[in-house]
């Protein structure tokens, strides 16, 4: 069992960054591929961007490509977004997410095991 705590959300303002963190709780954090998601008001939960158990893949959605980065510290058992040059419709609550199937699975939301709580993230104007 591994339980998400999100960290770092925040008010920011457009062009501005952030760095969210997801800390897990529970043995087996390094079998797990990890990854973000976020909700806006009134949407969909939608895929941000994942990277797999040993940190080497990562898959990103293609409206935060080359703005958004994610790393993993095993040691620390963290998962990290990093997110610069926000934009307002970047405003969301943020996810994160972990399973132990393939990398696939995670992007396409078949393959989650475990949910953080979220955290909101505002990008004023």
């Known amino acids: 069992q591994v339980q998400l705590v999100e960290s770092g959300g925040g008010l920011v303002q457009a062009g501005g960054s952030l760095r969210l963190s997801c800390a897990a709780f529970?043995?087996?954090?390094?079998?797990?591929?990890m990854g973000w998601f976020r909700q806006a008001p009134g949407k969909e939960r939608e895929f941000v961007i994942a990277i797999n158990s040993n940190g080497g893949t990562t898959y990103y959605a293609d409206s935060v490509k080359g703005r958004f980065t994610i790393s993993r510290d095993n040691y620390k058992k963290t998962v990290y977004l990093q997110m610069n040059s926000l934009k307002p419709e970047d405003t969301a609550v943020y996810y994160c997410a972990a399973g132990d199937g393939t990398i696939e699975t995670i992007t396409k939301r078949t393959g989650i095991d475990h949910w953080g709580t979220g955290t909101l993230v505002t990008v004023s104007s």
């Open positions: 529970g043995r087996t954090f390094t079998s797990y591929n």
